[in-house]
Every structure is written in C-alpha cells, then in structure tokens.
C-alpha cells in the first residue's frame, strides 16, 4: 500500500508539471484530488485493511494527500502570478507614440548630417567640446585677449559668481584643444550649439549652431579653404551655386573673409533676409593667425592652416528656402513637419 501511494505522488508530479494553464491544471485537480478522484479512491480502499495495517498505512497515505494538495496549490498560485506577469508586461522598446506621430529630423540635423557626411569623407575628424567654456578657451587663446576691442564682437553670456566661465559664442574653442591633443598636420570639425546676447531678428538669434573646421599642416594656401568652401557648396546646393569671398577682419585669422552665397529668395534681387544685398554671408574663415597656432601648441614657422565656420541655421534657411531662423527654434511641430 505504501508503494500505491509513492506511485500515485509520483505520477501526480508528472502531471502538474505539463500543467501550463488552468484548463489543464483543472483537469489534473480532478484526476488525482477530486471527490472522485484516484488519491480518493485509494484512500477508500484504506477500510479493507486490519487495523494494525491501517495504522502503519495511515501517516503515509496522509502525508502523501497533504503534500499533493500543496503542491496543487503552489502550481495554482504561480500560473495565477504567470497570468498577471503577462498581462501587465510592458516593452519598453516600443515607440510611446504610433509610428504616424512621429516627428522630423530638424532642418539643422539634416544640414549637420550631410556636413559630417562630406568631411569625414575628405579625412576630417568630427570632434566636440563643451558648451560652458572658459574665458580663456573662447577668448584669449584666440587672439582676443582680456579688453580687446573684438570681444564686443561677440557679447555673451557670464556665468554670476564665476567670470571666467561663459556660455561659449563659437566652436572655435575646439580648435585649440584639438591642436594641443593631436598636434599638426590636423583636418577637424566641431559641429555644436553655441550662445550670444543677440537681439533676435529674421537673421540672428541667441541661441544657434555652428559647425567650425580646423586644416594645419605644411604648406598650406589661401586655395585650399577656398576649395573646401566651394566643395561645401556644391555638395548642399548644387553646380549651379555661387560663392564670392569678401574681405573681413577676424581676430583669430589673418587674412579673413566672408564667404556668401547667392541669396534664395530674392535671387540677387535684394530682399530684407540678405539686407538688399543679394547675398547671404554663410561661410566665414581665413588663415589661421600665428598667435592662435601658438596658443595650440604649434610653431607658426613651421606650419600654416585655415579655419572656417559655417552657421548651420544660416546653411538651413539657404538650403530649405526659410525665411525667418527664429521659426528653426519655436517648436511648431507644422514647421518641422515640412522636412
């Protein structure tokens, strides 16, 4: 009799394992546990047994029942669990919104992208800085040191308590870190969001984009940036853009130009955009000053180069045909959604 019941434990076991949802785990309740069930009648079976057989079959046929009907218990409580694990199961990777809502890469991303996409292509490296940058950094290791008058050029934004910590007006600052840890011949850009205390308008705002580029090496000319700056061109507008050099003074080039491009909207008419001129400045750069190659650990005997910065806002108003760059930061989801 001892052996009927370890038998009976047994193949209940089997039976609650293959259980894997409550039709099956009921059907196995009845089977083994019902009123009518086999464990019900092997223990009636118990009557037919002298007594003295009864008592030492007794504590086994109880231990086998009790420890079946906990086991049932634990299979019920788990599935029961099982259940709820997976109907509150969330994919954390799925998109919040439906694939529909979804926004639009920025007119500035895309710019930016297509920017990296023909550097990295012609060897330069995409580097990054901070955007809270030392006064040094942004100022005096490139050519305008503490009072120079070229720093009203570019009026920004202190941070109170700490004067030499400002919200960086350029990338230039990239430059000469990327000097003092690569050292010469170098190709780099920085692409990054820089800050100025602007006075907003359809051209400018006070928060913007830039992308600054960096060439050092031996034998550098004038030839190359325009090279670079016609390939940039070309590559955002087509054959059929065009592109003047015009004389500027830079603090940290020398010579320095402004490069401009033939102005969407009016097509050289003259319009309030490009100031009646009929062209757009989107490309300023020059010769990279002797003072600046100092402070990036360079000897300007040995080595020349060329810096340019391109506004990215600038190039995105040109490229998509805006005509007013605070619309590129006002979040109107009707204005990215044209991109």
């Not at 069930?37 to 057989?53: F, N, P, V, W, Y």
Request: hydrophobic share 40%; glycine share 8%.
């Amino acid at each position: 009799m001892h052996q009927k019941f370890d038998e009976l434990k047994k193949a209940f076991d089997a039976a609650l394992s293959a259980a894997q949802d409550k039709d099956i785990l009921e059907s196995v309740r009845t089977e083994f546990l019902g009123r009518k069930g086999r464990l019900a009648d092997l223990m009636t079976g118990l009557k037919d047994l002298s007594e003295d057989e009864r008592r030492a079959v007794g504590p086994s046929a109880n231990e086998a029942k009790r420890a079946m009907e906990e086991a049932f218990a634990r299979a019920e409580s788990e599935l029961r669990s099982r259940a709820v694990r997976e109907e509150e199961w969330i994919d954390v990777t799925a998109p919040v919104f439906p694939e529909e809502s979804i926004g639009h890469i920025h007119p500035v991303t895309l710019i930016q992208q297509k920017l990296e996409d023909l550097f990295i292509s012609m060897g330069f490296m995409v580097l990054d800085g901070p955007e809270l940058e030392s006064d040094y950094y942004n100022f005096t290791a490139l050519n305008m040191p503490p009072d120079h008058p070229a720093r009203d050029m570019q009026d920004t934004f202190y941070i109170k308590g700490h004067p030499d910590q400002v919200m960086r007006t350029q990338t230039s600052p990239v430059q000469i870190r990327a000097m003092r840890k690569y050292g010469a011949p170098i190709r780099m850009i920085a692409p990054g969001r820089c800050f100025r205390n602007e006075a907003t308008d359809a051209r400018h705002e006070h928060t913007f984009y830039q992308l600054e580029g960096l060439v050092i090496d031996k034998g550098i000319t004038f030839s190359h940036m325009k090279g670079v700056m016609e390939a940039v061109a070309v590559h955002l507008f087509g054959p059929d853009t065009k592109l003047r050099l015009m004389p500027k003074f830079y603090p940290f080039v020398e010579p320095g130009v402004r490069g401009e491009l033939n102005c969407f909207l009016c097509a050289g008419e003259g319009c309030r955009v490009c100031k009646n001129t009929g062209w757009l400045e989107a490309m300023p750069g020059g010769m990279v000053h002797p003072r600046v190659l100092e402070a990036g650990g360079l000897d300007p005997n040995t080595y020349q180069g060329f810096a340019f910065g391109f506004g990215l806002s600038r190039l995105a108003m040109l490229k998509y045909g805006i005509d007013d760059s605070r619309l590129m930061q006002s979040g109107d989801v009707r204005f990215l959604a044209q991109f």
